[in-house]
């Protein structure tokens, strides 16, 4: 195989979980030594923070996706990046970097992309996906990888989570950061769009890309 880490991102609803699933399932078939993982946000102490703040699951839902309001947001927005970062790193060495030294072949499903978009939308700071930061961070993604952008449009991701609070803006908003987000990386970056690809059509897609490389 020719790639070591394979990376799913894109906006809730494109198939992430269930091709990195699949894909980790046939590594290990073949005898690969393979670490399936995921890097959401919130992280560690964020995360824990967040709970912390909200009563129920509901409430909790809802915050984890669009965040604080206008006016706490402007306030608390350099202060929760710098935990929210703080917090990453742990998650990023002990899920992808660590593995991948000893030898493991790590798939995964979230990771740096989804964090900095996601956290552009939470803190109401579009730029966060595309400045300093964010190449920094874009940086740490494995050299040997395989980057895989899901989409699928905004009407097909809605029907897909309407078990969740998703609303037409912020996914709107998802998709466009995740296209704008992408071409900071200087690995190559594949996007299959899964609105009417079955999902062995996209798993196919994806180990032949393992197997023969992107220009296949």
Same mark, same amino acid.
């Given at each position: 195989?020719?790639?070591?880490?394979?990376?799913? /991102?894109?906006?809730?609803?494109?198939?992430?979980?269930?091709?990195? =699933?699949?894909?980790?399932?046939?590594?290990?078939?073949?005898?690969?030594?393979? @670490?399936?993982? *995921?890097?959401?946000?919130?992280? *560690? $102490?964020?995360?824990?923070?967040?709970?912390?703040?909200?009563?129920?699951?509901? =409430?909790?839902?809802?915050?984890?996706? /669009?965040? /604080? =309001? %206008?006016?706490?947001? %402007?306030?608390?927005?350099?202060?929760?990046?710098?935990?929210?970062? /703080?917090?990453?790193?742990?998650?990023?060495?002990? !899920?992808?970097? $660590?593995?991948?030294? @000893?030898?493991?072949? &790590?798939?995964?499903?979230?990771?740096?992309?989804?964090?900095?978009?996601?956290?552009?939308?939470? $803190?109401?700071?579009?730029?966060?996906?595309?400045?300093?930061?964010?190449? $920094?961070?874009?940086?740490?993604?494995?050299?040997?990888?395989? +980057?895989?952008?899901?989409? #699928?449009?905004?009407?097909?991701?809605?029907?897909?989570?309407?078990? %969740?609070?998703? *609303?037409? %803006? +912020?996914?709107?908003?998802?998709?466009?950061?995740?296209?704008?987000? &992408?071409?900071?990386? *200087?690995?190559?970056?594949? #996007?299959?769009?899964?609105?009417?690809?079955?999902?062995?059509? &996209? !798993?196919?897609?994806?180990?032949?890309?393992?197997?023969?490389?992107?220009?296949?």
């Amino acid at each position: 195989m020719r790639y070591r880490f394979v990376y799913f /991102f894109g906006p809730d609803g494109t198939g992430k979980t269930t091709q990195a =699933d699949l894909v980790a399932s046939y590594l290990r078939r073949r005898g690969v030594r393979v @670490l399936r993982a *995921t890097v959401k946000q919130h992280h *560690t $102490l964020s995360y824990l923070l967040l709970r912390l703040l909200r009563n129920n699951d509901a =409430d909790y839902l809802r915050m984890n996706y /669009f965040g /604080f =309001d %206008e006016a706490t947001s %402007e306030r608390i927005r350099r202060p929760w990046k710098v935990l929210e970062l /703080f917090s990453l790193m742990p998650a990023i060495a002990y !899920r992808v970097l $660590l593995p991948s030294f @000893l030898g493991y072949t &790590v798939v995964c499903d979230r990771y740096l992309i989804d964090t900095l978009v996601v956290l552009s939308y939470f $803190l109401k700071d579009p730029r966060f996906a595309s400045g300093k930061t964010a190449r $920094l961070l874009i940086g740490l993604i494995p050299k040997n990888a395989l +980057l895989i952008h899901l989409d #699928t449009d905004t009407n097909t991701i809605l029907a897909r989570k309407r078990d %969740e609070p998703l *609303t037409r %803006e +912020l996914v709107d908003y998802y998709r466009g950061a995740y296209n704008h987000t &992408v071409q900071l990386s *200087t690995l190559p970056v594949v #996007t299959i769009d899964t609105t009417f690809a079955s999902v062995e059509t &996209v !798993r196919q897609k994806v180990l032949d890309m393992m197997e023969h490389g992107i220009s296949s």
